[in-house]
């Protein structure tokens, strides 16, 4: 498959492995590289020299491309960009802000830029910027989120710019990314689907909950601080949309009431698995996903799966 992407990054399939905080370590990036995929590191807000742990990891893992994902609100951001500069990384994506004071020194060494981004400005401000790609991510995905879905984002985005666009958010299986091809995406970035990967270090209790969640089993908590965030329903999730229904009440909504119920949560279900006070990201598509699988597995699915609904619904037209 032919790929605009594929030929940009080095890589065999047009699949990309979200950067999920916590989820997305060596061991389930260079899962993804080495099935032909491009896997992607997490930052979060680890420092500078954790973050050349996580490469150094890499390299030792896989020889394939990768990426490093950078949270540009982490406090650490300065120090993350230069231990990423000097340490010959080839792929930055980058969210929560805009990578724009960074990008001479990513194209002096050599980077490429991929910005995610949730609406069509923000994709054309990229362009402008130097960005060599854009992910566009629908309001289906989990974790944070824009306002506008996958299906009505991309051709949008798709018209607004001439780079390649990678379409994130409700793409878990080979039927959502033949969607997304003939949306006029270059390929397609998961992250619920690698979450549950055989490879993905996040605990078994995340895992069943996210294999066992129905098509509706997601809300969206922090809208009325401006960041929402999809995640799967638990005892958290209904403590912090209490909270949020009484300070919207308010004609000063305290914010920090908020931001101390959802503190440490994301960390709490990843490495401890507490399903009723951690922050279970996870898109929509998680009623999709029935077992673990390896990398591989799910790459060479996702393949073989858009390759034939393609094929098959182009047999509709034929005379």
Same mark, same amino acid.
């Given at each position: 498959?032919? !790929?605009?992407? @594929?030929?940009?990054?080095?890589?065999?399939?047009?699949?990309?492995?979200?950067?999920?905080?916590? +989820?997305?370590?060596?061991?389930?990036? !260079?899962?993804v590289?080495?099935?032909?995929?491009?896997?992607i590191?997490?930052?979060?807000?680890?420092?500078?020299?954790?973050?050349?742990?996580?490469?150094?990891?890499?390299?030792?893992?896989?020889?394939?491309?990768?990426?490093?994902?950078?949270?540009?609100? @982490?406090?650490? +951001?300065? /120090?993350?960009?230069?231990?990423?500069?000097?340490?010959?990384?080839? +792929?930055?994506?980058?969210?929560?802000?805009?990578?724009?004071?960074?990008?001479?020194?990513?194209?002096?060494?050599?980077?490429?830029?991929?910005?995610?981004?949730?609406?069509?400005?923000?994709? $054309?401000?990229?362009?402008?910027?130097?960005?060599?790609?854009? +992910?566009?991510?629908?309001?289906?995905?989990?974790?944070?989120?824009?306002?506008?879905?996958?299906?009505?984002?991309?051709?949008?985005?798709?018209?607004?710019?001439?780079?390649?666009?990678?379409?994130?958010?409700?793409?878990?299986?080979?039927?959502?990314?033949?969607?997304?091809?003939?949306?006029?995406?270059?390929?397609?970035?998961?992250?619920?689907?690698f979450l549950?990967?055989?490879? !993905?270090?996040a605990?078994?209790?995340f895992?069943?909950?996210?294999?066992?969640?129905?098509?509706?089993?997601?809300?969206?908590?922090?809208?009325?601080?401006?960041?929402?965030v999809r995640?799967?329903?638990?005892?958290?999730? $209904?403590?912090?949309?209490?909270?949020?229904?009484?300070?919207?009440?308010?004609?000063?909504?305290?914010?920090?009431?908020? /931001?101390?119920?959802?503190?440490?949560?994301?960390?709490?279900?990843?490495?401890?698995?507490?399903?009723?006070?951690?922050?279970?990201?996870?898109?929509?598509?998680?009623?999709?996903?029935?077992?673990?699988?390896t990398? $591989? /597995?799910?790459?060479?699915?996702?393949?073989?799966? @858009?390759? $034939?609904?393609?094929?098959?619904q182009?047999?509709?037209?034929?005379?």
């Open positions: 498959m032919e !790929s605009k992407i @594929s030929q940009l990054l080095g890589i065999q399939y047009p699949i990309i492995q979200g950067g999920m905080a916590w +989820v997305a370590n060596p061991s389930l990036a !260079s899962a590289s080495n099935a032909g995929g491009l896997g590191i997490a930052c979060g807000h680890a420092p500078g020299p954790v973050v050349q742990g996580f490469i150094d990891e890499m390299k030792q893992l896989t020889d394939k491309p990768f990426g490093v994902n950078i949270m540009l609100l @982490s406090p650490f +951001v300065d /120090e993350v960009v230069d231990v990423v500069c000097q340490a010959g990384v080839k +792929v930055v994506c980058t969210g929560a802000g805009n990578p724009g004071k960074y990008m001479d020194k990513f194209k002096a060494a050599g980077i490429i830029v991929i910005p995610v981004v949730a609406s069509v400005a923000l994709a $054309k401000r990229m362009e402008k910027a130097g960005a060599d790609a854009v +992910v566009i991510e629908g309001m289906e995905a989990g974790g944070h989120i824009g306002k506008t879905t996958t299906i009505a984002l991309l051709p949008q985005v798709v018209d607004a710019v001439n780079i390649p666009v990678i379409a994130a958010g409700g793409i878990g299986d080979g039927r959502g990314m033949a969607a997304a091809l003939m949306l006029g995406a270059e390929a397609v970035q998961l992250g619920t689907r549950v990967a055989k490879e !993905s270090t605990h078994d209790n895992k069943q909950a996210v294999i066992k969640a129905k098509d509706i089993d997601t809300v969206i908590t922090g809208q009325i601080t401006g960041h929402p995640v799967l329903r638990n005892k958290l999730t $209904k403590i912090y949309l209490q909270a949020e229904k009484e300070e919207t009440s308010k004609e000063n909504p305290d914010f920090e009431r908020l /931001e101390a119920i959802g503190k440490g949560a994301l960390r709490r279900i990843v490495v401890e698995g507490d399903t009723q006070m951690g922050s279970m990201m996870a898109g929509q598509i998680a009623g999709l996903i029935q077992k673990e699988e990398c $591989k /597995e799910i790459i060479e699915e996702l393949m073989r799966d @858009s390759i $034939k609904t393609i094929q098959e182009m047999k509709r037209f034929e005379d």
